[in-house]
């Protein structure tokens, strides 16, 4: 087996995650405007929000830009508040959410993180971003104070498909200069991240921890740990 020469982190989900729910900042937003919803409720219709969107970008090839990515965002916050806000105060608050969401106290760094990055460069491995985001990723990591540490940023409005499509891994691999049995894939989901980049010959480890894990076929074996604290300890050892 190659040794690990780069290692690629996923972002959301795997290193960032939302501060202290999606439905209380969304729950937030609209109190600003005067309408008083339930978190909870917004985090249910936001996790069937969410899925609604995975299917209509895998119906779409995963093709994207800043601009459709964006778009796809109101549709999401539009049937975040269905039901529990007009219409038209969803849209309001879609542009404070929109910033908001690209500063650092809409997220929570994932326990353990800038600790493995740090120790990760001192070794010498070159580390990297491999990330489904938009126009705002760099404004977000850097407000979180992690854009630094990753040298390698391919992030899919720039490549112009998302995770799990083979041109972003495949682009990832361009980047980093290296075999693919050297570079290793860091993330929380098995179908966008684990699978696509271990079909490209790439390693890759599961964060099982995550929302989007995902559950193993029947024969199937991955290497896994539960957060990223356990990242360290997997690389040493490989």
């Known amino acids: 087996m190659d040794s690990i020469r780069t290692i690629y982190f996923d972002v959301g989900g795997t290193i960032?995650?939302?501060n202290p729910s999606v439905g209380a900042i969304y729950?937030?937003?609209v109190a600003r405007l005067g309408h008083e919803v339930d978190a909870d409720r917004v985090n249910a219709n936001f996790s069937r929000a969410w899925k609604r969107s995975l299917t209509r970008r895998a119906a779409s090839g995963h093709v994207c830009d800043d601009a459709?990515?964006?778009e796809d965002w109101l549709r999401i916050v539009l049937d975040s508040f269905a039901g529990l806000v007009p219409d038209t105060a969803a849209r309001e608050a879609f542009d404070d959410l929109y910033e908001r969401f690209s500063r650092s106290d809409a997220w929570r760094l994932a326990d353990g993180a800038v600790e493995t990055f740090e120790e990760l460069a001192r070794r010498g491995y070159r580390l990297g971003v491999l990330s489904n985001w938009d126009g705002r990723f760099e404004e977000t990591l850097a407000s979180v104070g992690i854009l630094d540490y990753f040298e390698l940023r391919v992030v899919s409005y720039r490549v112009g498909v998302e995770k799990p499509h083979p041109r972003i891994f495949r682009e990832a691999l361009d980047r980093a200069g290296a075999r693919a049995g050297e570079v290793l894939h860091i993330g929380d989901s098995l179908e966008w991240d684990i699978r696509p980049a271990r079909a490209l010959g790439m390693r890759a480890l599961w964060v099982t921890g995550?929302?989007?894990t995902g559950s193993p076929n029947d024969g199937e074996s991955f290497d896994s740990v539960d957060?990223?604290?356990g990242v360290l300890p997997y690389v040493l050892g490989s």
């Open 227 to 229: 957060s990223i604290a």
């Open 68 to 70: 459709l990515l964006r």
């Open 16 to 18: 960032l995650r939302a």
């Open 210 to 212: 995550g929302p989007l």
């Open 27 to 29: 729950a937030d937003a």
